[in-house]
């Protein structure tokens, strides 16, 4: 205070009213009222002798986060640029940890991200809503708790899905453990207070109302993804329950929360092994919650997306010049925090829904033609295309960690197809194409002299793309929708399904049982559900 002088601090009050104090002053942007006046000697002086004042008025206290930003040496030969995938450390009822050393990056700095799943959050539309109350409630504590944090350099994210909280802590590596740990304890064990309560309630309500004014086609698009992806609850029966959610009920359903929990943790970077298996022991001592076997994990499902680069010109088109009929269009690729995209395409109108119907099929059986009709300079712009997309997100440790961690939360564990942008991806697509879209007798390498630059032989890829005994799912099912476009089926009439071409056989009884355990895994693969592409076995027993 001895420090303070009327021409070295402002002091700023705000309040809803202003008795005896005319506001002189008008803001220009805000058309705001206010009033200047300047500061005198004597109310330094009140500040002093006000004892109560006084021990509001003090300097911040130490940071206790990052003081330390050198790099640690490394203990041993640093892994091949790019070419290293993360390691499993744990993997059990209680924990699953990955862990990936610096590679690329050599800064100070380190990634981790963790999952927290429980079985209760999704158990009801009332347990639903209050998990995202909770989230709302764990945001704002947090937001002043945690403001150091964010002075020192670090950073985090608390988000909800529909099976897990998931936490992300991001900065210098000194005290990321730290950070993270703090995050936790207060999740566990933060009482919310009634004032929150209200707050957050409040907040969330107005959220809702938000998304019942979305436009029809935003809506769809929203439950389409949430369907797809998780059983999840209509949004009026999570409204109806918000209503009824009370201060002492959230704070009953935070004990409840995780007493069974499963863990999913991965850290990046400037770390070492050890370090890394410590913030995991610290964070499972914090939660303190009994483990949670492989069949009580919430997992969630997808649909992989094989050719989206076509979509866009054969889209529009076709169907977007339609729009002075009154009718919106639009097409999309959504891709999810498992690692996975899906082709959205989207209509909206008043008009005849039959109409509506014909131009979707028309665009449907155009649309696979024009993946049929590929031709070697649609394919070259397509490899391009998706080489610069994915080489351009590895430029950041947080781009990289999250490549990483969409292949293990997705439950893939496909990281050598994560980390391979380079020359092997013209492979990949090739032989994408070349296997599944392209006539068997068009499968064929070509010599040299019979290559025809202008026409649609995909067997010019490399030497390398070799014909696999990979059965032709893709291309045999758009020819049966070609087929089914040209004639359309009577809807009326009642069909059967045939799950014969899964892998499946028919017994007498008319149950489908699964007959080749291989063609089927591969049809359960192209339809989106988690199958490990490894077998995870943990560096280190328990």
Not at 166 to 190: A, D, Y
Not at 218 to 235: C, D, G, K, P, V
Not at 244 to 261: A, C, G, K, P
Not at 372 to 390: G, P
Request: aromatic share 10%.
């Amino acid at each position: 205070m001895e420090l303070l002088n009327p021409t070295n601090y402002l002091l700023f009050i705000g309040a809803q009213s202003h008795e005896g104090i005319e506001l002189s002053n008008t803001e220009k942007y805000y058309n705001v009222r206010y009033h200047v006046s300047e500061l005198s000697n004597k109310l330094t002086t009140d500040f002093c002798q006000d004892e109560s004042m006084l021990s509001y008025f003090h300097l911040p206290k130490p940071n206790v986060f990052p003081d330390d930003i050198s790099v640690p040496e490394p203990t041993g030969p640093r892994p091949k640029l790019d070419k290293t995938v993360p390691t499993l450390l744990k993997y059990n009822d209680c924990l699953e940890q990955w862990y990936k050393q610096d590679d690329k990056f050599y800064l100070p700095k380190c990634v981790i991200k963790m999952e927290i799943k429980s079985p209760v959050i999704n158990f009801s539309p009332r347990n639903r809503v209050m998990f995202d109350l909770l989230r709302e409630c764990w945001c704002y504590i947090l937001a002043k708790e945690l403001y150091n944090s964010r002075c020192a350099g670090l950073s985090y994210s608390i988000s909800s899905s529909y099976t897990a909280a998931n936490i992300t802590v991001e900065g210098f590596s000194q005290k990321l453990p730290l950070l993270l740990e703090q995050i936790t304890s207060n999740m566990r064990h933060v009482v919310v207070k009634e004032s929150i309560f209200n707050n957050c309630r409040h907040k969330l309500q107005e959220d809702f109302s938000y998304c019942r004014l979305a436009s029809a086609i935003s809506q769809a698009s929203s439950w389409e993804r949430f369907l797809l992806l998780y059983s999840t609850w209509h949004i009026t029966l999570i409204e109806e329950c918000l209503k009824d959610v009370t201060y002492e009920m959230l704070n009953n359903f935070l004990h409840t929360l995780f007493d069974q929990v499963h863990i999913t943790m991965f850290v990046t970077e400037n770390f070492t092994e050890q370090q890394g298996m410590d913030t995991a022991f610290n964070v499972q001592n914090i939660i303190n919650g009994h483990p949670l076997s492989s069949c009580e994990i919430p997992h969630a499902g997808s649909l992989p997306l094989y050719s989206t680069n076509p979509l866009p010109d054969c889209f529009f088109n076709q169907l977007r010049t339609k729009e002075q009929l009154d009718f919106t269009v639009d097409s999309s690729v959504s891709g999810y925090s498992n690692g996975n995209d899906q082709l959205t395409m989207s209509f909206q109108g008043e008009c005849n829904s039959i109409y509506l119907s014909l131009r979707i099929t028309e665009f449907l059986r155009t649309y696979c033609q024009y993946i049929v009709d590929f031709d070697k300079e649609t394919l070259d712009n397509t490899i391009k295309s998706l080489t610069i997309t994915l080489n351009a997100q590895i430029k950041s440790i947080g781009h990289e960690s999250s490549r990483m961690w969409g292949s293990i939360e997705s439950g893939h564990y496909d990281f050598e197809n994560a980390t391979d942008t380079d020359g092997s991806l013209d492979n990949a697509v090739g032989n994408l194409l070349k296997l599944y879209l392209v006539p068997q007798e068009l499968a064929q390498q070509p010599s040299a002299d019979n290559i025809d630059d202008n026409s649609s032989n995909f067997g010019y890829c490399s030497s390398s793309c070799e014909p696999s005994p990979i059965p032709q799912e893709i291309r045999i099912g758009l020819q049966m929708a070609l087929e089914s476009a040209a004639n359309p089926p009577d809807y009326h009439k009642h069909s059967t399904v045939n799950f014969a071409n899964i892998g499946m056989c028919q017994t007498h009884e008319g149950i489908w049982v699964i007959d080749d355990i291989s063609k089927f895994q591969r049809s359960q693969r192209s339809n989106g559900l988690s199958m490990p592409f490894t077998k995870l076995i943990p560096k280190y027993k328990d």
